[in-house]
């Protein structure tokens, strides 16, 4: 496709639901990124991919988070037993190249996920 | 680890004036640095992108600079219109860090008719 897209655009969850979010990036990209964004603060790094590989996990906030590329295209992000203070716009972005490299990001529009 | 603040947090000028929005980051080791504009409820526009080895780029009425000894970024926009207003993010690709944007919280920019 054209840009990156992301899968479902809106969520509404019960506390205690799990979700499933959906990236598909740009075709051939290679690096892939999510990214959390709380109302009215800047996006704040949640993981990264390299192909199928995830080198870099360290901001996802607690273990309920998960994210798979298996493939190394599209991308899942899970959350387990949603809470309220996930709410946020998860983005996702990607690169064509990786590691060591000055890229420019590509970013989703993004899925406003609303736990209840 | 590296910090992104974003000054001023919410900016009002009437239509066709030239303003400055500005940056600053705490670690001069990045990659590049990117400034974005975002829509009520929609994703991020990548605007300019700046490499570490650059002064400024340009793209019609936007020019953003960086002057990375002194960890700093600033976007001017000329002659503003209202389809302008928009939140402006700035954010940094560090060296250290895996390839992760940095972002600042923002500026949330309205222009008046």
């Known amino acids: 496709g054209a840009g990156v897209s992301q899968s479902p655009r809106y969520k509404v969850a019960k506390r205690g639901q799990d979700v499933a979010l959906r990236c598909d990036p740009i075709?051939?990209?290679?690096?892939l990124f999510w990214y959390q964004q709380a109302l009215g603060q800047g996006p704040e790094f949640l993981t990264y991919?390299?192909?199928?590989?995830?080198?870099?996990k360290s901001g996802l906030p607690s273990d309920r988070f998960f994210a798979e590329r298996p493939e190394g295209s599209v991308s899942t992000l899970k959350i387990q037993r949603t809470q309220q203070e996930d709410s946020a716009v998860y983005l996702c972005a990607s690169s064509p190249i990786g590691l060591g490299a000055s890229e420019e990001q590509f970013f989703g529009p993004g899925t406003r996920l609303t736990v209840l | 680890k590296q910090e992104v603040t974003q000054i001023p947090a919410a900016l009002s000028v009437p239509e066709g004036e030239n303003l400055v929005l500005n940056c600053s980051f705490t670690?001069?080791?990045?990659?590049?640095l990117q400034w974005f504009r975002q829509d009520p409820g929609k994703g991020l526009t990548s605007l300019l992108l700046?490499?570490?080895?650059?002064r400024e780029q340009t793209s019609g009425r936007l020019n953003a600079s960086l002057d990375k000894s002194s960890g700093r970024s600033t976007l001017y926009i000329a002659a503003s219109q209202p389809g302008d207003s928009a939140t402006y993010l700035c954010a940094v690709l560090s060296i250290q860090g895996a390839q992760k944007l940095v972002f600042g919280q923002g500026t949330r920019l309205t222009i008046n008719p």
């Open positions: 670690d001069s080791a990045i990659y590049n």
């Open positions: 075709s051939g990209h290679v690096s």
């Open positions: 991919f390299q192909n199928e590989a995830q080198l870099d």
């Open positions: 700046i490499q570490s080895s650059q």
